[in-house]
């Protein structure tokens, strides 16, 4: 199973910026979907995260300005990031708990990641 992210970038304070992440190999189901993030010298942090059905969480920080959401036919799931500040830059990583047709309970899963900078 591998995870693709992809959509990160440069932008400037204020502005907004969507990340895709897709789900490909051997899958039978995948549950819950999310994104995290990693700024330089600090630790990974939710940003948020979906079930199979649509049950979203987020992280204080991007309440309000990031709307996390999922596709089950194209097994992706997309972040909308607006108002983005400064402290926003980071490394954004997609994660997936999947299942594969030979699995007794589904195993988690880490995209590459895709950076993010907002700067002017």
């Known amino acids: 199973v591998q995870l693709q992210a992809s959509g990160g970038g440069l932008v400037q304070p204020g502005g907004s910026l969507r990340l895709s992440c897709a789900a490909s190999?051997?899958?039978?189901?995948?549950?819950?979907m999310g994104w995290y993030r990693q700024a330089p010298g600090k630790e990974r942090e939710l940003v948020a995260t979906i079930t199979s059905g649509g049950r979203t969480n987020y992280g204080d920080s991007v309440k309000g300005r990031f709307t996390i959401s999922r596709d089950n036919a194209k097994n992706t799931v997309y972040l909308e990031m607006n108002s983005l500040k400064p402290e926003d830059t980071a490394a954004y990583y997609c994660?997936?708990?999947?299942?594969?047709?030979?699995?007794?309970?589904?195993?988690?899963?880490w995209g590459q990641g895709t950076q993010v900078t907002v700067s002017s």
């Open positions: 190999g051997s899958i039978y189901t995948i549950d819950a």
């Open positions: 994660n997936a708990n999947v299942r594969r047709m030979w699995d007794d309970t589904p195993r988690n899963y």
